[in-house]
């Protein structure tokens, strides 16, 4: 079995694969300050609680935008599993092109989610990831990856909001907030979730009349499900469509 380990600058996603199919995710903090050990007793216990016998993972791919969690995962990997982990960095067969002005830019979360939106949609596809930055990425219909836009997070706009404002307080991301507030909460949750919203629609429609109204939008990420089922945008929502990047990238270096 497979465990693709997607590591991000807020948290780590991993998900273990048997073949094709995605059996089991888990997510765990990126704390750069914690060790080996410490990471080992993490992912050993997540995956031992759901069951899942550790000793059938023998195969794991990496795709990682933080170079010190890189090395100490890499290190749990080969300690603790006695796996050498594929990890996704220039050099590695995608089985797409990268058409922009220095490939070795981008991320390598990026390249999975484009990797996997053109293996699963077989079009024209924009995949956007709302992770802790949103990152908009166009791949062509003919697997060629031609750049993309990137943006804040929600969940950064929220603490930005709070960190630079004397009396607003910090606030969560509301499911249904009213569009207008009876508080001072509830005016800035409709004011982070609507003007998020307006980000995500805004540069998607932008970004489809420069590439091509002809194509798939796809949400990814952590908050795809939340702020996904809140507009019309979107063909498709997939939250483990890097992952699933990870693996298709793996088979393509076997």
Known sequence: MLLAIDIGNTQIVLGLFDKDKLLHTWSLSSNTIRTVDEYWLDIRNLIEFSGIDI???????????????????????NKYFRISPLIVASGVKTGIKIRIDNPKEVGADRIANAVAAHHLYKKNVIAVDMGTATTFDIITENGEYIGGVIAP????????????????PQINVSEKPPVIGKS???????????????????????VKT??????????TGGRATLIGHHTAIFDDINPYLTLDGLRIIFENNI
Do not use: W
């Not at 000793?55 to 990496?62: A, E, F, V």
């Open 153 to 168: 997070g929600i969940d950064m706009i929220a603490e930005s909001m709070s960190a630079k404002t004397a009396l607003l």
């Open 184 to 206: 001072t909460t509830s005016a800035m949750q409709s004011g982070l979730l609507n003007g998020y919203l307006s980000i995500i629609e805004g540069i998607t429609r932008k």
């Open 210 to 219: 420069e590439f091509n109204d002809d194509c798939i939008v796809v949400a």
């Open 55 to 77: 000793n059938k993972i023998d195969q794991c791919s990496i795709g990682s935008v933080v170079p010190k969690l890189t090395k100490l995962i890499d290190e749990t990997m």
